[in-house]
């Protein structure tokens, strides 16, 4: 596969219709490694490259085989110092910090913690864990981010007028009996006509969702058996989350985009 050196902007990975400019800050890191995936839940790479550009700050390559679709992650080299604030660890994958798809959720395990849990606790931090962290982590998605927006426009409401109601995806549509049952708690779910036509006849201008970008449930919660309902455990601040939508290969985006 071919690597060219890209441009250290825009952050993130972006598909410009040939290839994807991949790019991400580490100040500290010695070395960043961008690997490449088939499946969201896997350890095995199907590829895996040093990112050898650096502008200022910014760990970049462009990649012109990469398509719409491809799984990825990075991983990042350095000191392990806890005391100096630096735990950089290459056996752990890392998400995309600017990811605007993420495939799959976690599957918690000791191996996801970047440092052993066998000391005692008190000391614990200071020992780097050695497993491979990427078959438990999701994986980071390129997408394509064109998108025909047709007449929409923003409405412009004014303040004096603007009626707000907070929803949640799920909660608002899951059990509702006239959305359409295969779209039940998802974006598309939310832009059926009878969702649209309660909230018009409330007068609501508005719609403030509570969290939709991607996050996961926190081990205790997984351990017994429940699930982060409301979402406050981001990890992916620019990805809508996957378990809203229909697929995970960047359907989340273009399915927040048509319930928008």
Partial sequence: MRVWPGSPAPLGATWDGEGTNFAVFSE??????????SQAVDSHEE??????????????????????????????????VPEAGHRFNPAKLLLDPYAKAVSGTIRWSDALSGYSMRPPVEVRDL????????????????????????????PRTPWNRTVIYEAHVKGMTMLHPDVPEEIRGTYLGLATDPIIDHLLSLGVT?????????????????????????GYASIGYFAPDVRYATGGLGQQVAEFKSMV
Avoid at 47 to 68: C, G, M, S
Avoid at 206 to 230: D, M
């Fill in 127 to 154: 020992v780097p864990d050695p497993s491979d962290s990427a078959s438990g982590l999701p994986k980071s998605v390129v997408v394509e981010s064109a998108f025909s927006w047709g007449d929409d426009k923003n």
């Fill in 206 to 230: 508005a719609i403030e969702l509570l969290p939709v970008h991607h996050f996961v449930t926190e081990r205790r919660l997984a351990e017994l058996g429940l699930v982060n309902y409301w």
């Fill in 28 to 37: 500290h890191a010695s070395a960043v490694d961008l690997c490449l995936f």
């Fill in 47 to 80: 590829a895996r490259f040093r990112l050898r550009e650096r502008t200022d700050q910014i760990w970049h390559a462009y990649l012109p085989d990469v398509r719409p679709g491809q799984l990825y992650g990075f991983r990042a080299h350095g000191r392990y």
